[in-house]
């Protein structure tokens, strides 16, 4: 099977695994609604789904087009990075529950969650996102879109975190 035919297959599982975390979210959004749920700062949200779906699409296309040669260590050194960036995601949303989101919602009195990689890191989930924003691409050698979705994506997480540290003060100690 060549490279090009593998990472399309590396992208079309984090495709599918983007899709179960939109069901988890969408499933934890109606219960947090039924739980009083309050959502802060959706207006930068439209441009985070649009820059996710540009990180696969453009890899792919990336890849597809140029057809840039791939090493196949780096290629791997770099796919262990990617499962490594879904490991630290998938234990924030486990850690959350339900209430974890895509969106920004605290539901009133809850207290932060303390547990899991939050013992360390305030916002664990996007240094999965960095890790993976660049370590995606590079399996394939995409390194255009890379560069793109990186320096596209610091801003947006910059406003994110804010939107989030300012939901986060109105939770109990």
Not at 19 to 35: C, D, F
Not at 92 to 98: A, D, H, W
Not at 147 to 154: D, E, K, P, S
């Amino acid at each position: 099977m060549t490279a090009m035919i593998l990472f399309t297959i590396l992208i079309a599982l984090v495709a599918a695994e983007r899709v179960i975390e939109l069901v988890v979210s969408k499933r934890n959004l109606r219960w947090s609604a039924e739980h009083g749920g309050i959502e802060f700062g959706r207006s930068h949200y439209p441009y985070m789904v649009v820059l996710h779906v540009f990180l696969l699409v453009g890899s792919l296309v990336e890849v597809w087009v140029w057809q840039k040669p791939i090493n196949p260590a780096f290629a791997w050194t770099m796919c262990a990075l990617v499962l490594g960036s879904q490991a630290l995601r998938w234990w924030c949303i486990t850690t959350l529950g339900r209430r974890w989101n895509t969106l920004v919602v605290i539901v009133p009195g809850l207290p932060r969650a303390a547990g899991g990689p939050y013992r360390w890191l305030s916002h664990p989930n996007y240094v999965a996102v960095v890790i993976e924003g660049i370590a995606l691409p590079m399996v394939g050698f995409a390194w255009v879109t890379a560069i793109v979705f990186t320096a596209l994506n610091l801003p947006l997480l910059a406003v994110r975190i804010r939107v989030e540290n300012a939901a986060l003060r109105t939770l109990p100690k």
